[in-house]
């Protein structure tokens, strides 16, 4: 059953991929191909999609290669052409068995971000809780999320269109290998000579989903400080929706795009930049670390 429902799913694509050598150039030159689907072949391809079981990537919680501790670094947030928008501190603490990393950024405008991670680190990194704030015209929807992995819940506090508090919890089934308010711990601890892994994470649009990180090593790259070289590894990581969604998303053009992490390479790794986007359909931003200005 599923090897026929395979084959007929790749014949349905195939003839609709086709429609699109027939887009002529011109005024209608980058037309999406959805356009040229017929709503019933839609429908159809939807159908077969949702039938095709979905075989999850096999994942692993990451595995303690540097223990976390206590730390305080001072951070910088900048659109893509050098302009600061937000100061920002990312502080860790330890407390019995638990890490705390907490992120927060100040908007000039006065918005704020701020993410609160909590996760055991026995063995391999196992994400407890994630608490996100984003608020303030930075965003565009104002969102107070709380994860509970060990539960499973997911309570999300959001503003709709009408500007009228909403409250929704969702109950997941959730995998061990979440990466919410972690992925530069995570990334510190990949081993040296990994070139893909994939990790899964939470996102909330306000309905909450679980998705995979693709996650590539692009190798090496030099920087320097002041006069003296190093090393950075720099990771790509790309969001797999999976589902019918997965395959629907590029052709509508909402297909998130890619974020970069930079790690300090060596025995001591730490975060250098990123660059991402921080919700649904933002801009990309830059987060690098910074030094204190005496006056």
Request: with cysteine.
């Amino acid at each position: 059953m599923t090897g026929r429902v395979q084959y007929n799913l790749g014949k349905l694509i195939a003839s609709l991929m086709s429609k699109e050598a027939k887009v002529k150039s011109g005024s209608q030159k980058g037309i999406i191909l959805l356009r040229h689907i017929p709503s019933w072949g839609f429908i159809v391809l939807l159908t077969c999609l949702a039938l095709i079981p979905q075989y999850a990537i096999l994942s692993e919680p990451v595995v303690v290669r540097n223990t976390q501790g206590f730390l305080h670094g001072f951070l910088v947030l900048r659109t893509l052409d050098g302009k600061s928008i937000a100061d920002g501190d990312l502080t860790q603490t330890t407390k019995a068995d638990r890490v705390t990393d907490h992120l927060v950024f100040h908007f000039k405008d006065r918005s704020l971000y701020d993410e609160t991670a909590v996760f055991t680190q026995h063995g391999a990194f196992r994400l407890m809780s994630d608490h996100l704030i984003q608020k303030g015209p930075a965003f565009k929807r104002q969102m107070d999320t709380l994860l509970d992995a060990g539960s499973g819940q997911v309570t999300t506090r959001y503003m709709d269109e009408d500007a009228k508090e909403k409250v929704v919890k969702d109950q997941l089934t959730l995998p061990t290998d979440l990466a919410n308010g972690m992925i530069p711990v995570l990334l510190s601890n990949f081993p040296p000579n990994a070139q893909k892994s994939t990790l899964s994470m939470v996102v909330v649009t306000p309905k909450p989903r679980i998705v995979k990180l693709a996650i590539s090593s692009m190798g090496e790259e030099s920087f320097s400080i002041g006069g003296s070289s190093r090393k950075a590894m720099h990771y790509v990581i790309k969001i797999e929706l999976g589902g019918p969604a997965g395959v629907v998303a590029p052709l509508v053009g909402k297909q998130p795009p890619d974020s970069d992490v930079w790690i300090l390479a060596g025995e001591a790794p730490v975060f250098l930049k990123s660059e991402a986007t921080f919700y649904e359909g933002g801009p990309i931003w830059r987060v690098e670390s910074v030094a204190p200005v005496w006056p």
